[in-house]
Structures are given as structure tokens and as C-alpha cells.
């Protein structure tokens, strides 16, 4: 079964910066939408970034928009997160996801594909 395979979380300070990288382990089907989505303890799982795999296309959540930037690298199938400005309030596990095409691409009901999961933890 493919896997999304995500790297790149860890500790940082407040104002810091990260960079989230996410691979398949093989082929996916059906993906038009790519997206990073994170959950915190207690809370429902949000989708902070996506992106259309065709156009490239970028949608973002209000929390994150000017400080996330989703891209990807078509040469090696990757897709990145870059989280500058980070706030505590970012603290969360961050999860990648690839699916099917529908407007914005963060609807969670819409992605097949989910990876493990990386945890960002922000600190004042």
C-alpha cells in the first residue's frame, strides 16, 4: 500500500522557521489535490495548506496565510511546507495528504492518501 512519507518536524522558538517535506512510497491514483493539514490535542484536524497537483494552485487557511507557503517539487514528487513566523499556537501534528480534486483542497473527506504524521512544537 503507498504511503505518504513526511519529515522535517521538531522544537522551535517562536519567530523560528520549518520546513515539512512529504514523499510518496509509490504511485498514487486520483490525486489532484495535495494538502497539509494539522490536528492539536483536543482539537479537530485543519487543513492549513493545499495545493492542486495539475495547475499548482494554492489554497491556505487564514491562520497561516503569509507566514505557510505549500509547494512542490515535480522532479521528486515532493511536496514541502515552509512555516515562517511559527506561534505557539502552531503547536500540532502535521499531517500530508494527497486526494481527490475539489475546490480549496483542505476538505479531509476528500483525500485518500495520509501520511504518518510529524509533530511541530512551538515554544514562546
Known amino acids: 500500500q503507498v504511503q505518504l512519507v513526511e519529515s522535517g518536524g521538531g522544537s522551535v522558538q517562536a519567530g523560528g522557521s520549518l520546513r515539512l517535506s512529504c514523499a510518496p512510497s509509490?504511485?498514487?491514483?486520483?490525486?489532484?489535490?495535495m494538502a497539509w493539514f494539522r490536528q492539536a490535542p483536543g482539537k479537530e484536524r485543519e487543513g492549513v495548506a493545499g495545493m492542486t497537483t495539475g495547475a499548482g494552485s494554492t489554497y491556505y487557511a487564514d491562520s497561516v496565510k503569509g507566514r505557510f507557503t505549500i509547494s512542490r517539487d515535480y522532479a521528486k514528487n515532493t511536496v514541502f511546507l515552509t512555516m515562517n513566523s511559527l506561534k505557539p499556537e502552531d503547536t500540532a501534528m502535521y499531517y500530508c495528504a494527497a486526494g481527490f480534486l475539489h475546490p480549496t483542497c483542505l476538505v479531509a473527506g476528500k483525500y485518500n492518501y495520509w501520511g504518518q504524521g510529524t509533530q511541530v512544537t512551538v515554544s514562546s
Open positions: 509509490g504511485y498514487l491514483y486520483s490525486t489532484a489535490c
